[in-house]
């Protein structure tokens, strides 16, 4: 079992920053790729950003390329989200997620997701 829990979140004003951050615990973090992804009201969750374990590969959604950038730090068993340039269409809750399986995180069907933060832009 892998637990991951969420932070960072909160409210912004549009073209301001945050970074989320998602601690794990449990299994090898080291082991597990990693994904962030959103869901905003009244629709389906999206992919955001993934990280594979050795972190010599990201992916990122087109509408946030160039603005948001994911990594991890191994020996703290976290991974953030850093968001720059935020728009007010970015407002939903981040989840990140983990599994074994790159595609499978691309995918969205990890099998260890976190809580999940508020990420609120104001326009």
């Known amino acids: 079992q892998v637990q991951l829990v969420e932070s960072g979140g909160g409210l912004v004003q549009a073209g301001g920053s945050l970074r989320l951050s998602c601690a794990a615990s449990?299994?090898?973090?080291?082991?597990?790729?990693m994904g962030w992804f959103r869901q905003a009201p009244g629709k389906e969750r999206e992919f955001v950003a993934a990280?594979?374990?050795?972190?010599?590969?990201?992916s990122y959604a087109d509408s946030v390329k160039g603005r948001f950038t994911i990594s991890r730090d191994n020996a703290k068993n976290t991974v953030y989200l850093q968001m720059n340039s935020l728009r007010p269409e970015d407002t939903a809750v981040y989840y990140c997620a983990a599994d074994n399986l790159w595609t499978t995180v691309i995918a969205g069907r990890s099998n260890y997701w976190g809580q999940g933060t508020q990420v609120t832009v104001s326009s």
């Open positions: 990280l594979t374990w050795s972190t010599r590969a990201t």
């Open positions: 449990g299994r090898t973090f080291s082991n597990y790729h």
